[in-house]
Every structure is written in structure tokens, then in C-alpha cells.
């Protein structure tokens, strides 16, 4: 089973960018569908953004336009490229990891703290 390690959040002002890393071990990176979710104060996680093994990719509707999900498999890496902040992106990202050929196999990450404030 896949062990995610995310990093690159931190303090944003509005309109700022950020980029999320989530980096992989333990398998084969380039089976695994990747995505980001989100869970801010008080909330219920949400679903960001996916990626698939071919690189087709999806985001919700809040995210759309502004962010971008892309994977290097020659890293074992996926990324969270964060543009145009809002405060109400402030939340603690986390990845997801499911193996494409058996869905109920999936990781998650520690999570990374993302602060979009002035």
C-alpha cells in the first residue's frame, strides 16, 4: 500500500499562489488514481481535485479555473498548483491514493495546513 507525505502549504495573502506536493512510496505510483481534498474549520472534507493514470483531471466547481492537479510518475509525485487564494480556500489539504484495479485500496496523506489570509 502507498505512503503519501504532503508539503508546500503555509501563510498566502489573497491572490497569492501556493504549490502542494504529495509524494509517494511503498508502490507502484502510476497505478494509483491521486487526488486532493480539503477540510477547513469546523467542516466536512471535501473533494478538490483528481487526476487520473492517464492524467485526465477534474476539479470541483470552487476550485475550477484557479487550480491545477498534475503528476510526475518519474517523481512519484502529485501536485496541487494553487492560484488566485481565496480566504475561503484556507483549509488542511490532504491527497488520496486508490489503486485503479481494486478502488477499496486507498491512502491518505498527513495533510498540509493551507492559511489564506491578509
Known amino acids: 500500500q502507498v505512503q503519501l507525505v504532503e508539503s508546500g502549504g503555509g501563510l498566502v495573502q489573497p491572490g497569492g499562489s501556493l504549490r502542494l506536493s504529495c509524494s509517494a512510496s511503498?508502490?507502484?505510483?502510476?497505478?494509483?488514481?491521486m487526488a486532493w481534498y480539503r477540510q477547513a474549520p469546523g467542516k466536512q472534507r471535501e473533494w478538490v481535485a483528481t487526476?487520473?493514470?492517464?492524467?485526465?483531471?477534474n476539479y470541483a466547481d470552487a476550485v475550477k479555473g484557479r487550480f491545477t492537479i498534475s503528476r510526475d510518475n518519474g517523481k512519484n509525485t502529485v501536485y496541487l498548483q494553487m492560484n488566485s487564494l481565496k480566504p475561503e480556500d484556507t483549509a488542511v489539504y490532504y491527497c488520496?491514493?486508490?489503486?485503479?484495479?481494486?478502488?477499496?485500496?486507498?491512502?491518505w496523506g498527513q495533510g498540509t495546513q493551507v492559511t489564506v489570509s491578509s
Open positions: 488520496k491514493a486508490v489503486l485503479l484495479r481494486v478502488p477499496s485500496i486507498s491512502s
Open positions: 511503498g508502490s507502484i505510483f502510476s497505478d494509483y488514481v
Open positions: 487526476i487520473s493514470t492517464g492524467s485526465n483531471t
